[in-house]
């Protein structure tokens, strides 16, 4: 996949390059689309635990060290993964990739203090940034930045957004109450 993308795989040479026969791969998997989908569990697996480790790691920047982590996962592999992931989400595995996320924002909501966040403005945050994140794996564009720089503005956007907290969101009953 790596050197001819999706069109250039087939089961004779995933069984051959992986030194089975090609009988043996049919009993474990009943197509190319089941293997596909079984490596997008790996990289939405090896997602979780980059983000747990991040979770255990943060110390002073608990928001960079997860943009860190994001930004990563999502370098690594760009291709395979825009391939992989477009067959699991074309299968209807979406849930798959919601359930993590909603996973990885209640350990974050457990790890850090964030009660004067809220909940639909964490899901959000998240969201924003990892819409970002996706996006170094969709846009050819996402290439003429560094890291660096793109984990810089998913920060400033995530602290720009988080420090609004503090006060109720435009769309609360608090807010349209305020302005009657």
């Known amino acids: 996949m790596r050197r001819e993308g999706l069109a250039g795989l087939n089961t004779n040479r995933i069984a051959e390059r992986a030194g089975i026969s090609v009988g043996t791969l049919y009993g474990y998997f009943p197509d190319k689309t089941a293997i596909l989908v079984a490596l997008a569990r790996r990289i939405l697996a090896a997602d979780r635990a980059a983000m747990r480790t991040a979770l255990e790691d943060?110390?002073?920047?608990?928001?960079?060290?997860?943009?860190?982590?994001?930004?990563?996962?999502?370098?690594?592999?760009?291709?395979?993964?825009?391939?992989?992931?477009?067959?699991?989400?074309?299968?209807?595995?979406?849930?798959?990739?919601?359930?993590?996320?909603?996973?990885?924002?209640?350990?974050?909501?457990?790890?850090?203090?964030?009660?004067?966040v809220g909940a639909l403005r964490l899901f959000v945050a998240v969201r924003a940034a990892l819409g970002v994140a996706r996006a170094l794996v969709e846009e050819n564009r996402?290439?003429?930045?560094?890291?660096?720089?793109?984990?810089?503005?998913?920060?400033?956007?995530?602290?720009?957004?988080?420090?609004?907290?503090?006060?109720?969101?435009?769309?609360?009953?608090?807010?349209?109450?305020?302005s009657s």
Do not use: C, K, N
């Open 58 to 116: 943060m110390q002073d920047d608990p928001i960079r060290t997860i943009v860190h982590a994001l930004v990563a996962r999502h370098r690594t592999d760009r291709e395979l993964r825009r391939a992989v992931m477009s067959v699991h989400l074309g299968e209807g595995h979406s849930g798959e990739h919601s359930d993590g996320i909603e996973q990885f924002i209640a350990s974050l909501a457990e790890q850090l203090d964030l009660s004067d």
């Open 142 to 178: 996402a290439q003429l930045f560094s890291d660096a720089e793109i984990e810089d503005e998913i920060v400033r956007l995530v602290e720009a957004y988080l420090s609004r907290a503090a006060g109720p969101s435009p769309a609360s009953p608090d807010a349209a109450r305020t």
